[in-house]
T-cell receptor, first 114, second 112 residues
Framework: ETGVTQTPRHLVMGMTNKKSLKCEQH?????MYWYKQSAKKPLELMFV???????ENNSVPSRFSPECPNSSHLFLHLHTLQPEDSALYLC?????????????FGPGTRLTVT | KNQVEQSPQSLIILEGKNCTLQ??????????LRWYKQDTGRGPVSLTI?????NTKSNGRYTATLDADTKQSSLHITASQLSDSASYIC???????????FGKGNQVVVIP
């Protein structure tokens, strides 16, 4: 276990549904990240939060809405998704001061949009 | 064009054999290079971390090398085991802003 948990592990949703992905880190890190991993593509950074503040949004469509209530929890709210949004969504955390900045990844949520 | 290119894309090897995975990158300057192992249905887990001044780093049967002059890294797996079946991802970290550049991964399948 890496100290980063994600729920649910699998999610199937229709294009008109609204769902949320949850991530929790137990490492005392200050930064949290959402990544999208599609088949045969490199991981794509979606959002970065540092001390609960969003510091990066990589031109992600508004149908993905992140929320970071505190440094240990991160959510990704989903609505009116498209089939091409089907992918593995990975959460990660890191400490951004005085260390190696290494990111620790959760197990991911496998999302299928029908 | 991706800043981190990995080869081969996929590889099948017999249990007990060795293999070497390649990573070429264009990120410059960079602070460190990492190899991650990602089992099917899991998140990536760090195997090795090398700074730009290091040439080699080992973690059990995994040995990573780095040539900063040619911008190449390799990951060597010795005496492969069935549990080595996974995707191995090369990640280069930009110096200064600590952004990560990911390769697509090398998919390794170890067969008995």
């Amino acid at each position: 276990e890496t100290g980063v948990t994600q729920t649910p592990r699998h999610l199937v949703m229709g294009m008109t549904n609204k769902k949320s992905l949850k991530c929790e880190q137990h490492l005392g890190h200050n930064a949290m990240y959402w990544y999208k991993q599609s088949a045969k593509k490199p991981l794509e950074l979606m959002f970065v939060y540092n001390f609960k503040e969003q510091t990066e949004n990589n031109s992600v469509p508004s149908r993905f809405s992140p929320e970071c209530p505190n440094s240990s929890h991160l959510f990704l709210h989903l609505h009116t998704l498209q089939p091409e949004d089907s992918a593995l969504y990975l959460c990660a955390s890191s400490q951004t001061s005085g260390g190696s900045y290494e990111q620790y990844f959760g197990p991911g949520t496998r999302l299928t949009v029908t | 064009k991706n800043q981190v290119e990995q080869s081969p894309q996929s590889l099948i090897i017999l249990e007990g054999k060795n293999c070497t995975l390649q990573c070429n990158y264009t990120v410059s300057p960079f602070s460190n290079l990492r190899w991650y192992k990602q089992d099917t249905g899991r998140g990536p887990v760090s195997l090795t971390i090398m700074t730009f001044s290091e040439n080699t780093k080992s973690n059990g049967r995994y040995t990573a090398t780095l040539d900063a002059d040619t911008k190449q890294s390799s990951l060597h797996i010795t005496a492969s085991q069935l549990s080595d079946s996974a995707s191995y991802i090369c990640v280069v970290i930009f110096m200064g802003n600590n952004r990560l550049a990911f390769g697509k991964g090398n998919q390794v399948v170890v067969i008995p």
